[in-house]
């Protein structure tokens, strides 16, 4: 009697134990798909995040060449101009005409002086003649190329034919210098572009610019 009851007795624990795998095989499988589904749902919701990344990185790259097109078309400052600054002399050539009388019928030494540099304006406008003849181997070799000097020297009643003057275009100011040996500035500043005339009066020289 032991025996078959054993038997009876393990039947029943054997149908539980299969109805608790089934039920536990039946639940795993209930929560399988939807773990599966939510691994899905959150793959499709990490492109989803990173998809603003594309569109916020060019629309910061834009804006650079918006910025740097504003730049290129920015109308830039004209630069001043220098207080004092004169308009440059442009003399095509220089006639020179000495009068009977001149100097006491002494000869005259000519400067003609053009001046490149803004600063030594105000020192040759401030030389009479006589001074200018005795400072002007010192300035010319301090002022190197901001000073060109063409000189002549011209008799009483004689005359310096038109010389052209190529070289010199561009001169902030152009001075004229004639060597009395009276009292006096005996300076001119040249104002003007075209062909110089310079006449050397009794006591002064005069000049006049032909455009």
């Known amino acids: 009697m032991a025996a078959p009851g054993g038997k009876e007795t393990s039947k029943p624990l054997g149908l539980a134990l299969a109805f608790a795998t089934a039920a536990l095989f039946f639940a795993l ?5 939807s773990q599966k589904k939510e691994g899905k749902e959150g793959a499709s919701a990490a492109p989803s995040a990173s998809s603003t990344s594309p569109t916020s990185s060019p629309a910061g790259t834009a804006a650079a060449p918006q910025s740097a097109s504003a730049a290129s078309t920015r109308t830039m400052p004209t630069a001043p101009t220098a207080e004092g600054e004169q308009d440059a002399v442009d003399i095509g050539s220089i006639t020179i005409e000495s009068d009977d009388g001149a100097n006491n019928g002494a000869a005259i030494a000519v400067d003609l002086v053009f001046v490149y540099d803004p600063a030594l304006i105000p020192q040759l406008e401030a030389e009479s003649a006589d001074a200018w003849f005795k400072v002007k181997a010192a300035m010319a070799a301090s002022a190197g190329n901001n000073l060109a000097i063409m000189s002549w020297t011209v008799p009483a009643g004689d005359e310096v034919p038109e010389t052209p003057i190529d070289a010199h275009s561009g001169a902030l100011a152009a001075f ?8 006096g500035d005996h300076r ?5 572009s075209g062909a110089l005339t310079v006449t050397l ?11």
């Open 176 to 183: 004229v210098f004639a060597n009395y040996s009276g009292k």
């Open 201 to 211: 009066g009794v006591n002064d020289p005069t000049f006049e610019v032909d455009q």
């Open 29 to 33: 499988s209930a929560c399988g798909p």
């Open 188 to 192: 001119l500043r040249i104002d003007g």
